[in-house]
């Protein structure tokens, strides 16, 4: 078993299928560092700031895990030196679909490149969990869909006041 594991990604918002990564994850490593950036292009709906806050209102009050086991931190370095700041051996990657294996691919092996004392595995999301991505719960959102199925209450609620 890894001791300590990374789970990088912009968490913009968090989805039952970044939530079903990290309980996966918590079945093999004893603590998890999820780990939320703005470093990409990407556009937000929530700083980071805002994302850590949802972060943990998902993961603690709605989901009740294990605080002891789960640190939410934000970054805007290298994974790899984020391994290195937290002595994580391990990097979690989430896979929804093939389409996102060839760029998860390319970052592994850049990372191990990088530092090959640190692996990178993949975890698959249920099937229930496969189509859900950040992106589109920011649409359905905007067009004031339910989100139930997708997101917890905080997540929801955080929304809601975002874009109200």
């Known amino acids: 078993?890894?001791?300590?594991a990374?789970?990088?990604g912009t968490f913009d918002p968090i989805t039952f299928g970044?939530?079903?990564?990290?309980?996966?994850?918590l079945k093999i490593v004893d603590k998890l560092i999820v780990a939320t950036t703005d470093a990409s292009d990407k556009e937000y709906l929530f700083s980071v700031e805002e994302r850590m806050d949802v972060l943990k209102k998902s993961l603690f009050v709605d989901l009740k895990l294990n605080k002891k086991?789960?640190?939410i931190v934000s970054f805007d370095e290298l994974t790899i030196n984020l391994c290195k700041k937290y002595n994580?051996?391990?990097?979690i990657r989430g896979l929804r679909a093939v389409s996102d294996?060839?760029?998860?691919?390319q970052l592994a092996g850049m990372n191990k490149k990088l530092d090959k004392?640190?692996?990178t595995i993949f975890l698959m999301s249920d099937i229930e969990n496969e189509i859900i991505s950040s992106k589109f719960i920011k649409e359905i959102g905007k067009l004031k869909g339910d989100?139930?199925?997708?997101?917890s209450k905080s997540v929801i609620k955080a929304i809601k006041q975002k874009l109200e």
């Open 1 to 4: 078993m890894y001791n300590v």
């Open 6 to 8: 990374i789970y990088p």
């Open 18 to 25: 970044h939530i079903d990564i990290i309980k996966k994850s």
């Open 69 to 71: 086991r789960i640190k």
């Open 88 to 91: 994580a051996s391990l990097i």
């Open 101 to 105: 294996f060839e760029y998860e691919f």
């Open 117 to 119: 004392k640190i692996e």
């Open 147 to 151: 989100l139930k199925k997708f997101v």
